[in-house]
């Protein structure tokens, strides 16, 4: 006759959630680095762009803002999300509702005080290279309510 125990084995690792939050979320803050520096270089060195802005002064944007301001807006996205995370278990359709409309409305900046047609749509460019990959690598790391618990 055959043995009808249940058969429950402890969780193992293959039962747990596959993605490991910090390491993944961490390659797109690096790949939005490194994308966003991608970008600058061919706009600004290769295509000879003057990225300029008018922001109390002029404001030269070089190599090193580009990335800082990128590894910020980044952290920032993926705390925002860890917070949203630990509060409701709709973490990751109100963060990318969140993300999107702070990525749209931060083109503003660049198309009102960007110095010149080229560099209003190179700085744009920049907004957009950068908040789609923090947008779509962030969201892709969210784990789901039964994942976090």
Known sequence: MQNK?????PTSAASAPRRVPGRSRLAVVGVAALAALADWAILAPLAGLTLEARQGGTQHIGAIAVVVSTVFVAFAGWGLLSILERRTPRACNIWTVVATIV???SLG???TNGIGIGAKLGLASLHLVVGTIVILGLRRTALTAAERC
């Open 103 to 105: 990525c749209v409305t």
């Open 109 to 111: 900046s660049p198309l």
């Open 5 to 9: 125990t249940a058969q429950h084995t």
